[in-house]
Every structure is written in structure tokens, then in C-alpha cells.
């Protein structure tokens, strides 16, 4: 199923993203194929939504939000989870001036693949003066996952942006941990037009020796990576490791070229993400002038 909507400013535009489809696979089992597409739009000195399409099954949802908070779309994937073969894309642009908040809905579960690879593409673009929070929430990878994914960022000169994804090595509550499979967790950062960092996670077959050892995640069950990416990117830089943890979680961060980069490594996957709240929150309320808060959903 699929949709578009847009104001009352005319009709919805054209999607460039094609409807889903649910395929057969060689091994019988379907696999699906959503999109998502927002675009806000500020208009009379609000932010709006001036465009969604959305194909299942991806979908967005906007609860309402307290006073001094941008819009909110809460993105969900319907189908519970990711399989070899699945593939998610999203694309989110903030016009000039539009402020926006994008947060997971859930957990994302990426299951054992017999052979293919979940895939999942995001470009977030940014106008002048635009400022957009891509919040995540965990993605959790079970024993023989195959997952990429690409972020891709594109930048006005002075547009603001704060990014971030967390991934966790198995249900670490049921006593299961993870240390076979794929994953390759990609970013791309350009400002007006020019690249400015790229990254890449990449683990792939038993990957054990490399959760265990003190030069790679020295026995981490979780790890997450924020992005601050605005022209005072270096001024923040003392802010964001005032804001880090001190025991039990272990950060730090560094900034360059108009881009921070912060990361968080932890044994309890609990602890990180608590971690990786309080910073947020504190962050974009000492940088943006946003409340000091996370929405609600995050904390279901």
C-alpha cells in the first residue's frame, strides 16, 4: 500500500521513490521493499510537512509535541523486523528555515538471513538554515544478520544537523549474543555540494575476535554514533565531552571540517543507551535552544 499527502498548498509531488512491492525469492519467502519520503516546509515562521509518501512497510506517524518542539515524525516498520532480502528507503528534506524531529518508533530487529542482505538507504537533505534530528533507536542484530546500511547527508552551508544510530550484538536479555554475519554501517556527509567525511563499519563472518579485542570493541555488547554537522561543529566540541559519561560507558569525541563526531562503546547495552539519551538531550538543548528532553516515544 501506498500513499501521498501534502497541505492544502496543492498537490501532493510526484514520489521518486516507487511503490512498494513484496517479491518472491528463490527460497519462496517474500521479502519487502518500502519507502519512505517527507519533505517540511516552513511557511508564516512555522514548520510544516509539505509532502509524504510512504509505501509499507514503512510508515510515519506525528504525535503531537509539547510547546517549543519542531514537528515530530515517529518512523515505524510495520513488519517487525528486517530479513535477508528486505529493503528500506528513506529520504527526509528540511526546507530553508524548517526545523524537524525524526525518531524511531521501536527498536529495529534484524534477523538471521539464509544468504541475502537487508538493506537500508537514507539521505537526509538539509536547506539553508534548516535544523533536523535524526534520533534513532537500537537496531539489534541476531546471530547470522546480513544488514547495510547507508546514510547519506547533504548540507546548506549553514544548515544544522544532529544524527546518530545505535547497534546492539544480540538480545543480550534472552542470553543471546551475536558475532556471525554482515554488517556494514556506512555515512556520507556532504556540505554545499562538497564531501566532507565518510565512514564505514564493515564486519563480516565471525567477527568475534574483533568484539573481543582491546583495539576493536574490547568485549562491547553495544556501540552508537552521533553526528553533529553545523558550522560551530568545533566551538561544541567541550560541551559534548562535558556531556559524556564518566564510568561504565566508554566515549569521546572529535570535530572537524564543520562536523563532530561523538562515539559510545559499552558491555550493557542498557547503559549505553541511557548514555546516548542524556547526551542528546543535554546537547540539543545547550546547542538549539530545544527543550532538555527526549519525546516520550523514546522512552516506551
Given at each position: 500500500?501506498?500513499?501521498?499527502?501534502?497541505?492544502?498548498?496543492?498537490?501532493?509531488?510526484?514520489?521518486?521513490?516507487?511503490?512498494?512491492?513484496?517479491?518472491?525469492?528463490?527460497?519462496?519467502?517474500?521479502?519487502?521493499?518500502?519507502?519512505?519520503?517527507?519533505?517540511?516546509?516552513?511557511?508564516?515562521?512555522?514548520?510544516?510537512?509539505?509532502?509524504?509518501?510512504?509505501?509499507?512497510?514503512?510508515?510515519a506517524?506525528?504525535?503531537?509535541?509539547?510547546?517549543?518542539?519542531?514537528?515530530?515524525?515517529?518512523?515505524?516498520?510495520?513488519?517487525?523486523?528486517?530479513?535477508?532480502?528486505?529493503?528500506?528507503?528513506?529520504?527526509?528534506?528540511?526546507?530553508?528555515?524548517?526545523?524537524?524531529?525524526?525518531?524511531?518508533?521501536?527498536?529495529?530487529?534484524?534477523?538471521?538471513?539464509?544468504?541475502?542482505?537487508?538493506?537500508?538507504?537514507?539521505?537526509?537533505?538539509?536547506?539553508?538554515?534548516?535544523?533536523?534530528?535524526?534520533?534513532?533507536q537500537?537496531?539489534?542484530?541476531?546471530?547470522?544478520?546480513?544488514?547495510?546500511?547507508?546514510?547519506?547527508?547533504?548540507?546548506?552551508?549553514?544548515?544544522?544537523?544532529?544524527?546518530?544510530?545505535?547497534?546492539?550484538?544480540?538480545?543480550?536479555?534472552?542470553?543471546e549474543?551475536?558475532?556471525?554475519?554482515?554488517?556494514?554501517?556506512?555515512?556520507?556527509?556532504?556540505?554545499?555540494?562538497?564531501?566532507?567525511?565518510?565512514?564505514?563499519?564493515?564486519?563480516?563472518?565471525?567477527y568475534?575476535?574483533?568484539?573481543?579485542?582491546?583495539?576493536g570493541?574490547?568485549?562491547?555488547?553495544?556501540?552508537?554514533?552521533?553526528?553533529?554537522?553545523?558550522?560551530?561543529?568545533?566551538?561544541?566540541?567541550?560541551?559534548?565531552?562535558d556531556?559524556?559519561?564518566?564510568?561504565?560507558v566508554?566515549?569521546?569525541?572529535?570535530?572537524?571540517?564543520?562536523?563532530?563526531?561523538?562515539?559510545?562503546?559499552?558491555?550493557?547495552?542498557?547503559?549505553?543507551?541511557?548514555?546516548?539519551?542524556?547526551?542528546?538531550?543535554?546537547?540539543?538543548?545547550?546547542?538549539a535552544?530545544?527543550?532538555?528532553?527526549?519525546?516520550?516515544?523514546?522512552?516506551?
Amino acid at each position: 500500500m501506498a500513499e501521498a499527502i501534502c497541505d492544502a498548498d496543492g498537490p501532493a509531488v510526484a514520489p521518486e521513490i516507487p511503490p512498494a512491492t513484496r517479491r518472491e525469492a528463490a527460497d519462496g519467502v517474500g521479502r519487502a521493499e518500502g519507502a519512505l519520503e517527507m519533505r517540511f516546509k516552513r511557511r508564516d515562521g512555522v514548520t510544516h510537512l509539505d509532502h509524504l509518501y510512504q509505501a509499507a512497510p514503512l510508515r510515519a506517524l506525528f504525535p503531537r509535541v509539547p510547546r517549543g518542539e519542531p514537528p515530530l515524525a515517529a518512523l515505524t516498520n510495520t513488519s517487525g523486523g528486517l530479513v535477508g532480502g528486505d529493503s528500506l528507503r528513506l529520504r527526509l528534506a528540511c526546507g530553508s528555515g524548517a526545523a524537524a524531529t525524526a525518531v524511531a518508533q521501536a527498536a529495529e530487529k534484524v534477523y538471521r538471513s539464509r544468504g541475502a542482505d537487508a538493506r537500508i538507504d537514507t539521505v537526509l537533505s538539509l536547506a539553508e538554515g534548516a535544523w533536523l534530528e535524526w534520533l534513532p533507536q537500537e537496531t539489534i542484530l541476531f546471530q547470522d544478520a546480513r544488514m547495510r546500511r547507508v546514510t547519506r547527508i547533504e548540507l546548506a552551508p549553514d544548515a544544522r544537523l544532529l544524527a546518530g544510530e545505535i547497534l546492539v550484538f544480540g538480545r543480550r536479555a534472552r542470553g543471546e549474543a551475536t558475532h556471525r554475519g554482515l554488517l556494514r554501517d556506512a555515512w556520507e556527509v556532504s556540505r554545499g555540494g562538497r564531501p566532507v567525511w565518510a565512514d564505514a563499519l564493515h564486519l563480516e563472518g565471525d567477527y568475534a575476535a574483533t568484539l573481543r579485542a582491546s583495539a576493536g570493541f574490547d568485549g562491547a555488547a553495544a556501540t552508537a554514533t552521533a553526528l553533529y554537522a553545523a558550522p560551530d561543529a568545533g566551538d561544541r566540541l567541550t560541551l559534548a565531552r562535558d556531556l559524556l559519561p564518566a564510568d561504565g560507558v566508554t566515549s569521546g569525541a572529535t570535530a572537524f571540517e564543520g562536523l563532530m563526531v561523538v562515539r559510545w562503546l559499552a558491555r550493557d547495552p542498557l547503559a549505553l543507551r541511557r548514555a546516548f539519551g542524556a547526551f542528546w538531550s543535554g546537547f540539543r538543548h545547550r546547542a538549539a535552544g530545544l527543550p532538555d528532553a527526549l519525546p516520550r516515544l523514546w522512552h516506551v
